[in-house]
């Protein structure tokens, strides 16, 4: 059973920045595709970013350029580093692990999921 854990949420000021981190349980978490998506209040969940086995990345056009994913493989870790935080990125965020190790959008496509992490960015 592959385990994950989100931390790194909080509240923060508009224009500041967090980093999340994401812990993943397994072996063998440098096969798999990682994801952060996010889910805010009456929304449905989006995706954020996704980062590949590989280490290729994609995301939403409402954070890119604002936003980084990272992994750690020594470490079974994935970041996502966000700057330039705008109110509208307030929500819960999300970690899912793909055992497929290729890039995925949707979230029906990943494996296993953390129980999310609240990011507050105030005006």
């Known amino acids: 059973q592959v385990q994950v854990v989100e931390s790194g949420g909080g509240l923060v000021q508009a224009g500041g920045s967090l980093t999340l981190s994401c812990i993943v349980s397994g072996r063998t978490f440098s096969t798999y595709a990682m994801g952060w998506f996010r889910q805010a209040p009456g929304k449905e969940r989006e995706f954020v970013a996704a980062i590949s086995r590989s280490g290729g990345t994609v995301y939403a056009d409402s954070v890119k350029g604002r936003f980084t994913i990272s992994r750690d493989n020594a470490k079974n870790t994935v970041y996502l580093q966000m700057n330039n935080l705008k109110p509208e990125d307030t929500a819960v965020y999300y970690c899912?692990?793909?055992?497929?190790?290729?890039?995925?959008?949707?979230?029906?496509?990943?494996?296993?999921w953390g129980q999310g992490t609240q990011v507050t960015v105030s005006t």
């Open positions: 899912a692990a793909r055992l497929s190790g290729g890039l995925a959008t949707s979230p029906e496509i990943y494996d296993y």
